[in-house]
């Protein structure tokens, strides 16, 4: 018995012990808990931070986006009423708030003021304090700043009921030829698979890329828009589309050499004094094998590109093969190239500006597009054309705009530089148009290229009734969103025309 007892015990102090080493049963230590904890915060911070510093980017980019559709949706509800519908029934209170869709909570949080109160031509400033929008208050402010004091013409009794209306909202785009570029790059893969097929290559015998390529050739041939007009049961419906026109025009192509081939040797001379001096050879003839620039001129004038107006998208950009004749050999208004174009630009993206069955007018008010400075091809045009596919016959009224955004002698300059070209295409209609009139100084000339056989008639504005004289003053707008600390977050530019006050 007391050899069994001492057994156990022996094995209970053997089984405290496992290869000679005995048990730690006491948890870890103070070190190593510091250790674990530098690890886990050295890891940890980081990705806090990073998640911390995504949320508030991401909350501030929400921030950002809610405050431009803020002010974009003021301007354009602020642009649709006259200063005196703005004066005595928007900026009013908390009702007048809410015609521009904005919530505000008292009727003093909205007013105007002039610069000067004696004159009602002066510059007008409009505040609408602590509009409420996504759970955060802002202040707005528009500034109308009065520019020009002009007479414009316009034609009265214009109904929507009668009236097919249209008016191009951009007045001049500076980045024309900019946006040409990246529309042109954006077609890349197509194009160098077009310049490859062509096996142009350049000085150095690679063939040509989009990459590659010198893009201030690039031209801009027309800016063409397309009213048609068509029936669709006994309704009257009228689409506009249209279209910068453009190509890349002249680039060096080279060929490798092939020399001439070799003369037979001359006979030799009867004595030792006749005969002719052997020289060395033409050490500036390029040697077989070398990249020379080719003899024949050589252009990318296969394909024509299109940049839809109407859809600033770009989906219904394309290009048109024109055949192997160079656009600098086709005239602007030539049926060879000019039904190309209206069949790519009735394929592009259409807005229809009237349905109905009392159709009578179609009424365009566009602004010109003037020859830039660069990218222009030496005979661009501006091109409009009523395509009428019904029996019907209708009045079209063409009205030339003033840009506020071109300095009086810009103005006058384009003016006198400016011939668009008119016609029509189907049954006539009756043409007015003020395009013969200079919109600058209007001491200068302006002319137009009006297909006048195209027509059933046509007649300038100082001939026809129609068109009445009304003063008008172009103010420019400036709308501000700022926090409640009066900080500016977001700006938007903007003109209006607004009926001339004489008080």
């Known amino acids: 018995m007391l050899m069994k007892q001492a057994k156990v015990r022996t094995s209970r102090k053997l089984g405290k012990r496992i290869c000679g080493r005995r048990l730690n049963n006491g948890g870890m230590s103070l070190v190593e808990v510091v250790v674990a904890m530098t690890i886990f915060t050295v890891v940890t ?3 806090l931070h990073a998640l911390t510093t995504s949320a508030y980017y991401n909350q501030k980019a929400r921030k950002r986006q809610n405050v431009t559709a803020l002010a974009e949706s003021v301007m354009e509800n602020f642009k649709g009423y006259s200063l005196d519908s703005l004066e005595n029934e928007v900026f009013t209170g908390v009702a007048g708030a809410k015609k521009l869709g904005l919530e505000i909570s008292n009727d003093s949080d909205i007013s105007y003021t002039y610069a000067d109160s004696t004159k009602r031509d002066s510059a007008i400033t409009f505040q609408i304090q602590n509009v409420k929008s996504e759970k955060a208050n802002y ?3 528009i500034n109308a700043e009065p520019s020009v004091k002009e007479e414009i013409f316009e034609i009265d009794n214009v109904s929507t009921d009668r009236d097919a209306i249209f008016e191009f909202e951009t007045s001049y785009d500076h980045n024309t030829y900019d946006r040409v570029k990246g529309n042109f790059l954006s077609k890349a893969a197509a194009i160098d698979g077009m310049i490859m097929g062509d096996n142009k290559r350049d000085e150095n015998g690679d063939l040509y890329t989009v990459a590659s390529l010198d893009k201030d050739k690039l031209k801009i041939q027309k800016r063409e828009f ?3 007009i068509v029936q669709e049961g006994e309704d009257y419906v009228v689409k506009v589309s ?3 026109i453009y190509q890349m025009q002249k680039h060096k192509c080279y060929e490798q050499y092939v020399p001439p081939v070799t003369p037979p040797a001359p006979l030799p001379p009867a004595d030792d004094e006749e005969g002719t001096i052997p020289t ?8 077989a094998g070398e990249w020379v620039e080719a003899d024949e001129d050589q252009w990318f004038q296969s394909y024509v590109h299109y940049m839809d107006l109407m859809d600033p998208t770009g989906a219904h950009d394309g290009y048109d093969n024109i055949g192997e004749v160079g656009m600098q050999n086709i005239p602007i208004y030539d049926s060879s190239h000019d039904d190309k174009d209206d069949d790519i630009i009735n394929g592009m993206s259409e807005k229809e500006i009237y349905r109905g069955k009392n159709l009578k007018r179609v009424l365009i ?3 010109p597009g003037y020859k830039g400075t660069d990218g222009y091809d030496s005979n661009y045009r501006d091109v409009i054309k009523i395509d009428n596919r019904t029996s019907q016959q209708f009045d079209c009224y063409l009205i030339k705009q003033r840009n506020p955004d071109l300095t009086e002698t810009k103005l006058t300059l ?5 011939k668009p070209i008119v016609g029509c295409k189907g049954t006539k209609v009756r043409l007015f148009h003020n395009l013969d009139e200079n919109l600058g100084r209007r001491t200068g000339t302006a002319s137009s290229d009006i297909k006048a056989a195209e027509f059933e008639s046509v007649e300038n504005y100082t001939e026809a009734d129609e068109f009445k004289k009304r003063k008008v003053m172009t103010y420019k707008l400036t709308l501000a969103v700022k926090d409640s600390s009066n900080n500016v977050l977001t700006e938007l530019k903007g003109t209006m025309y607004e009926k001339y006050r004489e008080y």
């Open 365 to 367: 008010y566009f602004y």
């Open 414 to 418: 384009s003016e006198q530089a400016y």
């Open 226 to 228: 397309i009213y048609k």
């Open 280 to 287: 060395d050879p033409d050490s500036s003839e390029p040697v």
């Open 139 to 141: 202040n707005i402010e």
């Open 242 to 244: 249209g279209a910068y």
């Open 45 to 47: 911070v980081p990705v």
